[in-house]
């Protein structure tokens, strides 16, 4: 499983959304073989005073927070965050200067999902690889 959550300021957000979702589930589908079909991201929309960043990130700077079960290779984690900053910058046009990805990693048995535990769930892709 696989849950996105993107935190930004708001009228960029609002202008990207669609962009931004597709370049996350181009590398997501890539890289983590995730199915088409299953998309989960959620837009934190945040007012300036609410977003306090450096001074050398734009108004495009977001912060990529995705939340996965656990099991995945280093190796397989890294090419996902290259395919992450590739996509976003070639699909929404996000400098990696504005982009900062956090990988967060969760034992499946602590997820519970349509009345299952995630370790007990049969998916359609595989996560120990």
Do not use: C
Request: hydrophobic share 40%.
């Amino acid at each position: 499983m696989g849950h996105v959550k993107i935190y930004g300021h708001a009228d960029f957000l609002a202008s990207r959304r669609q962009q931004i979702s597709d370049a996350i589930h181009r590398a997501t589908v890539q890289e983590l073989r995730f199915p088409e079909d299953k998309r989960y991201h959620r837009f934190i929309r945040l007012q300036g005073e609410d977003f306090i960043h450096p001074d050398d990130r734009s108004g495009a700077y977001i912060v990529v927070e995705i939340h996965l079960f656990s099991g995945r290779t280093e190796r397989t984690l890294r090419a996902y965050l290259l395919a992450l900053q590739a996509a976003l910058e070639d699909y929404a046009g996000i400098a990696p200067n504005d982009l900062e990805i956090i990988l967060l990693e969760t034992p499946p048995a602590h997820w519970s999902i349509r009345g299952q535990t995630g370790d007990e769930l049969q998916l359609p892709y595989e996560v120990n690889r």
